[in-house]
């Protein structure tokens, strides 16, 4: 009780409140997401999220060197295809954008790890995350499409495969390709907690997949319930999942929190495309310091139980940390 307990006697100078910080966000915790797309020319900046490029593979090979040289541990992809069609054939395609990018990366910058979305969305001229028959999303004929693209990444060179389509089973359905194919090694990243959420709207541009019809309600998770994050959590362990993640980040700060409690597995927190546009957009109005909102941003993610954050800012804060 005050006068004896003085809560400001630890926050007195930075020296004092080194020792006493309780959460550190490092470069070790970073995932750098890229849009990577066809063509010889440069990068297109995406106009949502100042900052960010849809990149052809040369323009994406100075980013990952620059990535790697930063100290960064890995970059995800997500690919835009030339042709989309009804059944996001390109996404399974051994020479597809994604393939082509991971094998590239991985000359380069052999310690660099790949990690990939696996996810139709962006490869399906409706833009489902799941095949659609009769307006419905299908869940169990997507799943053979979603374990050939993971293994068709893995067999390109990708690291780590992150499925992010919120189909039922679709990590066992993957675990069980992969160790048939030999790649038991290979960990999966499951997106579990993923909720259907505007935050993603930048993205959508970015990869031209806003659903043509209907909405991701019927898959992606009611941003209202929390106990739904735990059984799916708990569902993908069992089937294999190594890591897993809640998505978006800081509108969900309880969810990662009850999770961290709950599980033993590593956490990841993608801060999507929504949080980094706002706090840009805020930023280049002058409203807030954006250097300090994206740090506090990210520190909240850690304090909360993230052990890895998928974030744009990587690059930024990773010259900040430096
Ligand atoms: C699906 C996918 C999406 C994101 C990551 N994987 C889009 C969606 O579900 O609509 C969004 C990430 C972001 O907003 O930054 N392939």
Known sequence: MFPVHRGRRLRQNESI???????????????????????????????SMPGQYRHTIKTLLKETAE?????????????????????????????????TAISAI???????????????????SHGHCGLVQDGKILNDETLAVLAKMALSHVEAGADMVAPSDMMDGRVGAIRKVLDENGHTQTPILSYAVKYASCFYTPFREAAGSAPSLGDRKSYQMDFANSREAIREVAQDIEEGADIVMVKPALPYLDILADIKKRFDVPIAAYQVSGEYSMIMAAAQNGWLDGRNAMLESLIALKRAGADMILTYFAKEAAKQLS
């Open 17 to 47: 409140r080194r020792l006493v910080r309780e959460s550190h966000l490092l470069v070790d915790d970073l995932i750098l997401p890229l849009f990577v797309t066809h063509g010889r020319g440069g990068k297109s900046e995406i106009a």
């Open 106 to 124: 991985k000359d380069q910058s052999p310690n660099l790890l790949v990690i990939t979305d696996v996810c139709i969305d962006e490869y399906t």
């Open 67 to 99: 990535a790697a040289s930063l100290g960064i541990p890995a970059v995800i992809l997500f690919g835009i295809p030339k042709i989309k069609d009804e059944g996001g054939s390109t996404a399974i395609d051994p020479e597809g954008i994604v393939q």
